[in-house]
């Protein structure tokens, strides 16, 4: 497999041990303070989460894994556009989901939960990333505000899951989650006005 990183290339067999010499020379990389990882494209599919998971799951294929770095600047730019472009595309889904909860179509264990748990996480996650740096942006706040909102929701939502009640489940999306997921979209907008 070709590894990328800034502008090194490396060319490894498909073996655990290379996917820990992948990680060394990541880490190595990010010493400078500078720079921040992002995520990784495995064979053109980004990887945002459980990056050592999906490089084991698929370690025989591999053919090209590249990691993406970031200054701080680009870092932010990068988060606020995946945010914005997860919200957008969640928000239809979310909305099909929560009509499946009411009819019966759907129960709460279907994979569209699983999927919106990960993507929760994966909200809650970058913006404390973010809000980890020194350099945030302007009203950088908004979003902050926001993810000890969504810390809270998940922690109902995963007590409302264990009781297995689609109705409250929905209740909660339709009630919570997509007001949570329109002010996100709205501070993402804010945000992008007053400038990075």
């Not at 919200?87 to 099909?96: A, T, W």
């Not at 993507?119 to 404390?128: C, H, Q």
């Not at 926001?146 to 109705?167: C, H, K, R, W, Y």
């Amino acid at each position: 497999m070709k590894f990328i990183i800034d502008n090194d290339a490396y060319f490894f067999e498909n073996t655990v041990d290379k996917v820990e010499e992948i990680y060394k020379i990541t880490n190595d990389k990010l010493k400078d303070e500078t720079v921040f990882f992002s995520h990784f494209i495995i064979d053109g599919k980004e990887i945002y989460n459980e990056h050592d998971q999906y490089l084991l799951n698929v370690l025989d294929s591999i053919e090209e894994v590249h990691a993406i770095l970031h200054t701080a600047t680009q870092l932010i730019e990068s988060a606020i556009t995946s945010l914005t472009g997860y919200l957008e595309r969640s928000q239809p889904e979310l909305e099909l989901f929560i009509n499946d909860l009411y009819n019966g179509v759907k129960q709460i264990g279907a994979p569209n939960t699983f999927l919106l748990l990960e993507g929760l996480e994966w909200v809650k996650d970058m913006i404390e990333k973010i809000d980890a740096l020194e350099q945030r942006p302007a009203e950088w706040h908004l979003l902050v505000n926001q993810a000890t909102g969504l810390t809270e929701i998940l922690s109902e939502m995963e007590e409302v899951f264990q009781n297995n009640d689609p109705i409250v489940y929905a209740d909660m999306l339709q009630y919570d989650i997509i007001p949570l997921f329109q002010n996100l979209k709205n501070s993402c907008e804010q945000i992008k006005k007053k400038g990075l």
